[in-house]
């Protein structure tokens, strides 16, 4: 959130408690301005994190781009992009045709297969610009995404991709737990179209909001998650299982966006409001 959309956004709860003849406490006015404060902070901290996976992707396609797609300098090159970020788990580079060239750390069945018919993959080679990818699942367990940057020829061909694969849910952990910690307040981020891509709950993690069984008895929480896809920042309320708890509970949201080359995230602040 740029600082003008956080005064905004503090001057509307102002408002708000205003307008509402002062309803609401003084402890839940302060609610409000903490929990915007955290998402500010969290904000500009996941997306520094996302710039420096994306410059160290960058970074290693200028040099590619001198060394080829193989060999002993190109390996150290990956393992030293491997360092951008604790996230980050593997560095890979495809060639034009699909097929992986490199990859470290060395995964035997990575090396060398074709990765051509991965939308991020086609995306990268068809729009010959850097992009990020939406979370998949992956096949040892858990998720990731990847940041992939072209590598261009001196002629300024496209000859193939830089692709940095990393855990979203470890990246906003490292800034979520520390930043919530000894406070009432937990935090999510989702893809706009309801995908979790971290929550405090780790069984959460990969779970469509807007398909999963588990939310079909909580309308508020499906409108919750259609508010987080069409507005990229706001506030909600809504009723939902408390954190580590079969108790429904009432919940309050405010969010924000983080995200890298059109590829957005929602990140969210929650507290609970009540049974």
Known sequence: ?????????????????????????????????????????????????????????EMTAANLSLTGLAGPDVDALLSEALEADP???????????????????????????????????????????????????????????????????SDGEVIGAVSLAFQPDVLVRRYAEPAVAGTPYTVMALQPGGLVLYDADPGEIGKETLNDTLYADFPEVLDAARQYAENRSGHTTYSFYAAGSGTVVRKEAYWTTVGLHRTEWRLSVIREIGA
């Open 1 to 57: 959130m740029k600082p003008t959309s956080l005064i905004a956004l503090l001057v509307l709860v102002a408002c708000c408690i205003l307008g509402a003849g002062c309803v609401q406490s003084p402890a839940s006015d302060n609610a409000h301005v903490e929990m915007l404060l955290l998402l500010n902070t969290m904000q500009g901290e996941i997306n520094g994190a996302l710039t420096a996976i994306d410059r160290s992707a």
């Open 87 to 153: 996230s980050v788990i593997t560095a890979t580079v495809i060639a034009r045709n699909g097929t992986v060239t490199a990859v470290q750390p060395y995964i035997d069945e990575l090396a060398g297969a074709d990765l051509s018919g991965q939308a991020v993959v086609q995306e990268v080679f068809t729009r010959e610009a850097p992009v990020m990818s939406d979370l998949f699942a992956l096949r040892q367990g858990g998720h990731a995404a990847t940041i992939e940057h072209p590598v261009f020829s």
